[in-house]
């Protein structure tokens, strides 16, 4: 079974609007970490934003943000004013355990392109 | 701060040839990840390192795939024989292994074609 289910292929977002990426996740853990990473079209993966499950607050980091609801197992990324430099792939990734050293599966990710 | 040094960038090889990528994590970090990607796929994770201690290498595809790590500020992931299906980008990625919100920083990549 997939653990990290990133159900939208392609998202097209107007600039300076706000766009959502959905991410949902599976596991047993009580403990875990999930990350956003971002990989423009020259290839490197960027890491934007981190929600801890024991986390109360919603991560925010400048222009992103996660809509985390435990409950239903979605880390959601919301972009708000889009940019065209926010043109990329964004992968959710999900690391469990409590000890951080274990590995972090990934999403198939989201390809966002943003119109002008 | 140097981030994740990977060489080479590129590699083009014929089929069959040994192939070595290698990569310097950055400096504290304690855990070293290979990870692949290719259009069907994804982002798979072939093996990591926790203190130069491989804890997982289920994902190495088969044993043409082996990785070493002999010190800190080093690893090698090495395909011999090499087949034209391993073509892919590899990355290695470093990360600070008791840090929670530690996230994985990631090399350019090496981009491997196998003819």
């Known amino acids: 079974a997939q653990k990290i289910t990133q159900t939208q292929p392609g998202m097209f977002v107007q600039e300076k609007e706000a766009v959502t990426l959905d ?9 875990y970490g999930l990350f956003w990473y971002k990989q423009p079209s020259s290839g490197e ?50 690391r469990e355990g409590r000890d951080n050293a274990g590995k972090s599966t990934f999403g198939d990710g989201t390809t966002l392109t943003v119109k002008p | 701060d140097a981030g994740v040094i990977q060489s080479p960038r590129h ?6 040839q040994e192939v070595t ?9 304690n855990s070293l990840f290979w990870y692949r990607q290719t259009m069907m796929r994804g982002l798979e994770l072939l093996i990591y390192f926790n203190n130069n201690v491989p804890i997982d290498d289920s994902g190495m595809p088969e044993d043409r795939f082996s990785a070493k790590m002999p010190n800190a500020s080093f690893s090698t992931l090495k395909i011999q024989p090499s087949e034209p299906r391993d073509s892919a980008v590899y990355f290695c990625a470093s990360s600070f292994s008791g840090r929670e919100r530690s996230p994985l920083h990631f090399g350019n990549g ?6």
């Open chain 1, 23 to 31: 991410c949902t996740y599976d596991t047993s853990d009580q403990s």
């Open chain 1, 45 to 94: 993966m960027i890491f934007l934003i981190y929600q801890g499950s024991y986390d109360e607050q919603n991560a925010t980091e400048g222009r992103y943000s996660l809509n985390f609801q435990k409950a239903r197992k979605s880390a959601n990324l919301v972009i708000s004013a889009s940019q065209l430099g926010d043109s990329a792939m964004y992968f959710c990734a999900m």
């Open chain 2, 11 to 16: 590699e083009v090889t014929e089929m069959g």
């Open chain 2, 21 to 29: 990528l290698r990569c310097k994590p950055i400096s504290g970090h």
């Open chain 2, 110 to 115: 090496t981009r491997l074609t196998v003819t």
